[in-house]
């Protein structure tokens, strides 16, 4: 079966809730990762980190950024950011993906890839990072009492990668609140935003996401933009988007279309 009739299939009969996380925990168990695994970290964002680094808030002194990646897969980008002098905690809920993440980046901040950095002077001043995987519900908030540190909480920078276009529409809202809870007052929220070349109404996962994060995040709709609603459209969303732009370079499944997006709080 191609790749993508295998994920669509699997998630064909799940339409409630309660059976999207363990949907994905079920392909984790029978080893089929490889229905979506790139490989390798998302170059968009390393050229983005290397390029921008004003874009990122200021560290406290004496600590360094904090980030989270959510729905972390094999933990590409959880390495790559550690290795970026970011702490990086990756979100996995599966148990097994949580093992697959801390045996990669074991191996990876020992051992690097070039493929972690676009520049060969890349490598942070400050060394790398710590790295936390952790087995939990990204709706939950139980798992972030181990995201403490110093006594304080929250993340200066999140990125969604193929997380969001995992859920169907109906947390699409939740996925907005809780980024909204998890962001650092300047923290930045990045998404590389896949698949924008599906229509609208193709299933998934991936689900399709042309106008779903501005519609999401500008905008505090539901995540499901109607072309004929357009001209209603309010300014009422959580956040506000300081950049957006097409990456010089992204994974070759987004067929050119990817975009980079990146969010502040509103307040
Ligand atoms: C499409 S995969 C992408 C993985 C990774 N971002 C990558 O680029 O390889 C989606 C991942 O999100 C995880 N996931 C799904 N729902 C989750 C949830 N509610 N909380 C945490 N992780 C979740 C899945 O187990 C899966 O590893």
């Known amino acids: 079966m191609p790749v993508q009739q295998r994920l669509l299939s699997h998630f064909a009969g799940r339409t409630d809730r ?11 168990d029978n080893d089929e990762s490889d229905l979506w695994d790139r490989g390798q970290p998302s170059v968009a964002l390393i050229d983005w980190i290397e390029s921008r680094p004003d874009s990122l808030p200021k560290p406290a002194h004496g600590r360094r950024l904090r980030a989270l990646v959510p729905g972390c897969g094999k933990g590409y980008d959880v390495a790559m950011l550690a290795l970026h002098g970011f702490d990086v905690f990756g979100l996995e809920i599966s148990s097994i993906g949580g093992k697959t993440a801390e045996a990669y980046v074991e191996k990876e901040l020992a051992d690097p890839h070039e493929y972690n950095f676009a520049s060969s002077d890349a490598a942070p001043r400050n060394g790398i990072g710590k790295v936390e995987i952790i087995v939990g519900d990204f ?30 529409a109906m947390l699409r809202k939740d996925w907005a609140r809780r980024m909204s809870e998890l962001l650092t007052p300047q923290g930045v929220l990045v998404c590389l935003e896949f698949p924008l070349y599906k229509g609208a109404d193709e299933p998934g996962p991936p689900w399709p996401l042309k106008g779903v994060y501005w519609n999401l995040l500008a905008e505090g709709g539901d995540g499901t933009p109607k072309e004929a609603e357009a001209a209603t459209r309010s300014s009422n969303g959580m956040f506000v988007r300081v950049a957006y732009f097409k990456p010089p370079r992204s994974h070759s499944n987004g067929r050119g279309t990817d975009m980079l997006s990146v969010w502040r709080r509103k307040d």
């Open 18 to 28: 309660g059976s999207q996380g363990s949907g994905w925990a079920e392909l984790w």
């Open 139 to 168: 709706f939950d908030r139980l798992w972030e009492q181990n995201t403490v540190d110093d006594g304080t909480t929250g993340f200066d920078l999140i990125y969604d990668y193929t997380f969001l276009c995992a859920l169907p």
